[in-house]
């Protein structure tokens, strides 16, 4: 073990000594300063799965630098942390351990909770939550309460991603690639009887703020844009043929290709085709292909690289816009949940379309223009409209205008928008969650509990099978419960809610955790809302991200808080990759922080983390990496003590620096504006690779052998290097630079020192040597200063006394000017006699 060694610094007791002391002095405790400038530092709060490993340790270590770094800057820095706590897992420990879901939980929080703080990351820990608690998901009961009745929380049966794995209902945001997002099981479709939030009520507003989100990675938010889904067209009848009574409504973004409509398609599960269907044999062809369609799943029917099917109808559909009539299909292709679940084709102009009538011989009509040399299938681009009647010689822009109000005119349709977002499934048919705060009576039906009734509290006596079903179900002194609206026995509602609402507030309640009155304190929420900067990971670009905003946006409609937003700036860190694959404990490659602070120190861990790799790049887990960081530690270290007895000589003033010193002290202030700047722009590697730099200048001048008027100069100057290179250090090592801190023989801690700030007179440049040519050859240098005027340094160079022989017999042609570098005089040869 290095720490027997005695060319190591003797980290592990650094590190416990100023954990200590950090805890005892309350240094990270905050609360409401109005006046002074807040800032709220956030990483995304973990599942307490188990114990963390030093892929998990990369946010919170960016995180802690920040913070640091704020504080340093005068800021009043928020800096919390809990547990993401309810959740799958601890129930699947249950099953297969026999252990409680909740003994699971909180015995891995005790576990975690450790190991963070061996880390020494500055939470203020007074302000932990976890979301398994009744007196944190009693405040989301009520929201949920307040959204029902504001009809933001409905009931309603409907086709679902379901998990086999999971056994439970899954968002559509949880399913990625046909999987789930947890099991990574294929996810298969069910009817079934759920909760759900109306975020589509937001999907407007959530999509304009992606605009003002500056703060955002723009990568985010363009999944942000492209999952709202946003599309403008129209939406009008097709009428069918012969059948008065029946039309088709269809949805189009593109109602200016009305003309180049050659079929029309229903998807197979739309109501109208029990209605267009009468024949026997046609019924039984439609109920063998709804079988197979059914069979596929939401993310295939709507992959653009694969075939389509379709049956084609006996009916007919008529385009209202010129009388055509034209052949009409079932296809998986279309879905019931997208738009009005059937769509006029337009092969011309839709790929998917074109695909389609490719596979069944149906007639393509371009209607717009195609470019000179145009050999593509679809074309989706601009140009002028043809083969489309009055719309012909338009733009695409205009057609789409005036095929609208065509519509209108005759009353056969309309504009419309339309956005990919679905409503947010929020019931699980599992146990570990919050309770959905519903009571069905007999004679008043769906009734809301009371709030002076909540929490609903989760029973803990249970018995966990796994076999689906929500386990509460089979617990009668939960499920048999009295009306809140008649006082007559009822049944508790035994779904629990999506564990996406749980952290879609937690940043709220961390303004005033125990605040017993409400969800939050408002005038907490008001002082530190927004969270300045979020960090997390990018697997929740979309899920969490977004319901948090739609949450956060609910509250305020609601009247609790007047934000709009939660995040202010965002970040996304890179993962941890070892051996070739994420840092993680199915693939058996994870680093336990527990052996790594032993053999190195936490500090040692940041370090490399910030300094491997920019933040928002994968990080290659090395071990020669993690020595460099060890060296470089323990060479500052070594620093400081060699040089001490000169620290102690501090304060002695210092006249007029020697060139040696000036540019020394040069170094110190340029490493200050490189570090702030980095900081500042999250490019925490190029901030450490600059205190590496200064760590050897420092070395540098600390060993040339000088006369004694330059060694105090030296003292002075390595003095207020020191005390620098402590100060930059403190965010990214701050057990060892807090020891050194003290150890300069400062009573308060390095996180209430200021940051440095650089000195405007010790970044100047006092010279700098210009040399001077006469075509091409050099003859003299000038010493000037940096920065100094062209016409200064032309005047100059043609007046120097070593420049003017040479100019004597000829005539300048031109001088060209290299500012602080060069100034090169052409001549055209001889002058002529006078
Ligand atoms: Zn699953
Ligand atoms: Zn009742």
Redesign the pocket.
């Known amino acids: 073990m290095t720490q027997d060694r005695p060319d190591h610094y003797p980290f592990r007791d650094i590190e416990t000594k100023w954990q200590r002391v950090w805890e005892e002095t309350g240094l990270f405790r905050v609360g409401e300063e109005p006046g002074r400038p807040k800032f709220y530092c956030l990483e995304m709060f973990p599942y307490p799965s188990g114990r963390i490993h030093m892929g998990h340790v990369r946010n919170y270590a960016i995180g802690d630098a920040v913070t640091r770094y704020k504080r340093m800057r005068g800021f009043n820095v928020l800096h919390p942390m809990g547990w993401d706590a309810f959740g799958l897992p601890a129930e699947n420990a249950a099953i297969e351990n026999g252990v409680h879901p909740a003994v699971w939980t909180y015995e891995n929080i005790a576990t975690m909770k450790a190991q963070m703080k061996t880390l020494g990351i500055s939470y203020d820990w007074d302000r932990e939550v976890a979301t398994c608690d009744p007196e944190y998901y009693r405040w989301e009961q009520l929201i949920f309460v307040r959204m029902f009745e504001r009809g933001l929380a409905y009931r309603k049966s409907a086709r679902v991603n379901w998990?086999p794995?999971?056994q439970t209902v899954?968002a559509n945001e949880q399913v990625e690639a046909g999987r789930?997002w947890?099991?990574?099981?294929e996810v298969v479709t069910r009817e079934i009887d759920g909760w759900y939030f109306k975020i589509t009520a937001y999907a407007e507003e959530l999509l304009e703020w992606c605009d003002r989100l500056v703060g955002w990675p723009e990568r985010v938010l363009t999944m942000q844009r492209n999952w709202i889904g946003k599309s403008e067209g129209a939406e009008f009848d097709l009428p069918i043929a012969g059948r008065p009574d029946l039309a088709i409504r269809v949805f189009t973004t593109r109602p200016d290709t009305s003309f180049g409509m050659t079929y029309a398609v229903l998807a197979p599960e739309h109501p109208l085709v029990d209605q267009l269907v009468t024949d026997p044999a046609e019924r039984e062809a439609v109920a063998g292909f709804r079988a197979e369609v059914g069979r596929e799943t939401e993310i295939e029917r709507l992959a653009t690289d694969r075939p389509k099917h379709g049956l084609r109808l006996r009916a007919r559909a008529l385009n209202p816009f010129n009388g055509a009539e034209v052949p009409l299909f079932i296809a998986d292709y279309v879905l019931m949940g997208y738009g009005t679940g059937a769509i006029m084709a337009v092969p011309g102009e839709d790929q998917r379309d074109w695909d389609f009538a490719k596979a069944y011989g149906l007639p393509i009509i371009e209607t717009v223009r195609r470019p000179p040399g145009w050999t593509g299938e679809a074309y989706t681009g601009d140009g002028v409209k043809v083969n489309s009647g009055f719309l012909d010689g338009l733009t695409v822009a205009e057609a789409k205008r005036r095929a609208i109000d065509w519509l209108v005119a005759r009353g056969l349709g309309e504009g419309k928008v339309n956005y990919r977002l679905r409503d947010w499934g929020i019931s699980r048919q599992r146990y570990w969650g919050a309770p959905i705060p519903i009571v069905y009576c007999p004679k008043c039906g769906t009734v809301p509990e009371r709030p002076e009734r909540l929490p609903v509290v989760l029973p803990q006596d249970v018995q966990i099978t796994g076999k689906g079903g929500s386990p509460i179900a089979d617990v009668p002194a939960f499920v048999n419960t009295t009306c809140p609206r008649c006082g007559g026995p009822a049944r508790r509602e035994t779904d629990t809610m999506d564990t996406f609402v749980d952290s879609a507030w937690y940043f709220l309640r961390f303004c005033s955790p125990r605040h017993a009155g409400g969800l939050a304190d408002p005038e907490a929420v008001h002082y530190w809302m927004p969270v300045d900067q979020y960090t997390g990971g990018i697997e929740h670009a979309i899920l969490h991200l977004l319901y948090a905003r739609f949450y956060t946006k609910v509250l305020r409609d609601l009247g609790y808080f007047k934000i709009d937003e939660p995040f202010q700036r965002l970040f996304t860190q890179g993962m941890v990759i070892k051996d070739g694959a994420k840092m993680s404990k199915s693939k058996g490659n994870v680093v336990s922080p527990d052996d790594f602070i032993a053999t190195y120190g936490a500090d040692t861990g940041r370090v490399f983390e910030l300094f491997m790799a920019p933040p928002e790049k994968d990080l290659e887990w090395s071990d020669q990496g993690v020595e460099g960081a060890f060296r470089f530690l323990n060479r500052v270290w070594r620093l400081f003590q060699a040089n001490r007895p000169a620290l102690a000589e501090r304060g002695i003033p210092v006249g007029e620096l020697s060139a040696p010193g000036r540019a020394f002290r040069r170094t110190v202030h340029e490493t200050i504006q490189r570090v702030t700047a980095d900081l500042e722009d999250f490019h925490f590697n190029t901030a450490i690779s600059a205190l590496h730099e200064l760590v050897n200048s420092m070395q540098t001048f600390a060993t040339e052998s000088l006369d004694r008027a330059a060694a105090t100069e030296r003292a002075s100057l390595l003095t207020e290097a020191v005390d620098t290179l402590v100060r930059l250090l403190a965010p990214f090592a701050p057990h060892l630079a807090e020891e050194l801190w003290a150890q300069l023989g400062h009573r308060d801690s390095v996180f209430r020192a200021a940051w440095p700030e650089p000195d405007p007179a010790a970044l100047e440049r006092e010279a700098v040597q210009v040399v001077v040519q006469v075509d091409g050859r050099v003859r003299t240098r000038l010493n000037v200063p940096p920065g100094i005027a062209e016409e200064r340094l032309r005047r100059e160079a043609l007046a120097d006394e070593k420049v003017r022989p040479w100019l004597a017999s000829r005539e300048v042609a031109r001088v060209v000017v290299v500012p602080d570098r060069l100034v090169n005089i052409v001549t055209r040869g001889a002058r002529s006699p006078a």
Do not use: H, V
């Not at 947890?182 to 099981?185: L, V, W």
């Open positions: 998990c794995g999971c899954l789930c947890r099991c990574d099981s």
